[in-house]
């Protein structure tokens, strides 16, 4: 347990083009059989730290050395990494043509495949046949093919990019069950994510990549906790007697025009409510979501939006959303104009935007950056840029869709505060969707539970 | 083949990139072609992304390795009318914003440049109508009459659809996104790496 | 895109994929199939007479049916076969006069047909993965490899840009189908939605790329296959 199969000293790396150094001066040992987290804000570098030890970093200016990668102890063979997204990872269409794929890349004969690729299948545990199509199966289970197409490689260390983003708690337990098996078959495993707690009962040692690129013992920061316990909603009075903003009745939504992803769905939202949306990873809420905005058109029963059958053209200026990934939305030349443009489009001027989207900024702590091109800000400015173009309107219904994704407890909190803040001054619908664990739960009054094909409501 | 496109001189993202560009080209023209009844229209998209590739991947046969890829791409999919020659439908004006690219430095920064690339690759499609038509011993004169029905239109939407390229580039180029490899620039990785 | 046709799309697929379809011993291989379409389709530059091109319409419908896997849909080649004709035909006779002009023009119009249908044939009786299987053989590995991604993450460029345009229409873009009846709204679509299409691209482009040389793609020149599926 205590031989170490990596060793980095001193390591510090600028991508090309750039001054600033992404890490700086990193040290690090890493153990046989050992899992190590590594958080910080987002950002920081924590992938950057993964391609570097994988050696998949463009040649930028660098300095230090990953000493077991130099003598030859470790070549990169021996290093696994399954990166952030796994839509981009899935390279071919059969749990077994996945799995080959790094074996063919690396010239392994036929006839020896067919075993290892069996192993690895086992090893994280997907019960299917090997010619068993890739779109079929859930994120959770796309998640642990990339592993065991990763682990077919007999990899001694492998990294894992932010899993927890991905995966929801079923999909976070089982891959726990993985890495405890690989634990003790001596592979080292480098976690980094944000959210630490889904893993801490498997991780051996915590480390803190912050802000200016240096690598630090963890302290007890709110991010590492054991994961949040489901907190239930708490409905709060509104005022008089609120009226029904949005009505589903006997609501079925098919895919392929055939299968039923969920049905009888009877809900009611009134003015000014905030209604987590919340199920596991494939349940169908983002199509629940398309479905209130009128993307898609339910087989079976009805939806009434304003009092009417929701139309994206009907609703275009009621109501703000905010889509997985908003930082692809973003187009326009500077920060102010990317929030202002929903405003510009109604055709307010910019002096009469000025006011709205100064009072955002100002929220934000992103006055400074106003003038800025929204390209180069941090994930978590973008993110948070979008949804104030989202805000800015003062849409009477706002949807967001996952609205934490990939940022750290910081920018969540901040994310957090507006949407509170600005539901609350301007007696905003708020409809979101996410996972049990992200924290936003308590602040429902309502939840609509996606499972098995149904939609509950609870209060 | 080997010694023409060297792909080794393209990053894989830099392929890809391509090859998308590929997708979309076809994807456009065979769902438009659905809704769409006007002559020549897919020469829009056609030349405005093959102009795109020429411009974001710096390699003296982008638009060429684009072009190749469409064509081949819309036989196996089986989405042109044209079975194996269809090739001849993306390859030639490929290879001629190729040459516009070779000959006119910073073109895609200026829409009379753009335009006039575009005109002349579009234009191609005359050259292929009449070239197919002359094999097969058409009458000369409906020949003629025959390419020209054919090729006016499309050399109108595909200057048009050069008009796009100079404000794309512009906003890549202003925003950091693109540069010598688009890949390794720390926009692009910035999205790509943080991404969840 | 649907799972079935997913599978036909495999890089990897294409090169294991045994065949598998009923009747298969009865069937040329890609290779060859291409090779007799494209002989059918040089000879119709040759057939100029009615005989010729009479017998070179039947060998089209012998190997029509002799490929033929399970239903075909011509509808759309009658189509194009019907629009030729009109076209070709009227222009004979406006040069020509009726009496002199149509049947030239017929035939012509029936040639032209006849040089593109063996495409056709060959497109509608050949799975693609034994397509990108033959193209794996006559070009470059990484060439190979790029035009199956490109195929394979097609489905996912359509979701990425579907979600753009929702997002952007909700943010008060103009890209509505009624909006682009009007010009002046065609910036929108440029700005709001071509523009971080192509972002968007790049990103997939280099997350791809990295995924697949996290899997030592382009460690050797030349790959073995799985023969599985």
Redo the contacts between chains.
Sequence with gaps: MTQPVLKIEKYSYAYPGSRDAVLKDIQLVINAGECLCITGPTGSGKSTLLLAIKDLLPDGRLSGEILSRKTGQLRGSDIGIVLQNPETQLLANTIGSEIAFGLENRCVSPDRMESRIRGAVSAVGLDFPLDFPVLKLSMGQKYRLIVASILAMSPRILLLDEPGAQLDPPGIQKLKHVISDLKNQGVAVVICEHHPGYFSDIIDIHRVLAEDGTLRPAADTPEIQPMAEHSPPKARELQGNPESLLKAVNLCVTENESLPIWSSANFTIEKGRRVGVYGDNGTGKTTLLRCMTGNITPAKGTISVFGKAPSPKWLRHKIGCLFQNPQKQIFENTVFDEIAFPLKRMGFSRSQAEGEVNRLLRFMEMEHLGSHSPHKLSFGQKHLVVLASALVHHPSLLILDDPFAGLDFRRRKTVQDLLMSVSEEKNMTLIWTGHHLDGLQKHADRVLEVSGGGIASRE | ??SL?N?NRL?????????????FIV?LRAGLRLHLGIPGHSMLFTVFFLM?ARA?VPYRFSASFTGL?AG??A????L???????LLKFLPPAIVIDIGAMLIPAWHNRYLFCILIAALAASTKFINTYF??Y?????P??NL??AF?GSVSGTLFGMAGSL?VP??MG??N??????R???????????????? | MHPANRKAFSPVMASRDPGGMPGRERQLSAGYKMMLCMALSISAFVARTPLPLLVLFLLNAVVLLWFRRGPLTLKREIRVLCWQIFIITGLYVLRFGFQSGWVPGFLTAIQLFLAFFPGVIFLQTTPQTQIVMTLEKIMPSRMAFVLAMSIQFMPLMIREIRTIYEAQVFRGARILPSDLINPKNWKDVLHCLLFPSIVQCMVAAHDIATAAKARDFGKFSKRTHWPGG
């Design positions: 083949m080997k496109f792909l990053s894989l993202k830099e392929s890809l990139f391509i090859g998308f560009c590929a997708v994807l795109l974001c890829i081949i791409m036989v196996v999919l089986g042109g009318k044209g079975g194996p020659l269809i197919v038509d094999l097969i011993g058409m009458d004169t409906v009459q025959h029905i796009f404000p794309i906003k890549l202003a925003h950091g996104i693109i540069g490899h688009f890949g390794d620039n720390p926009e692009v990785r910035r999205h790509g790496e943080e991404k969840t």
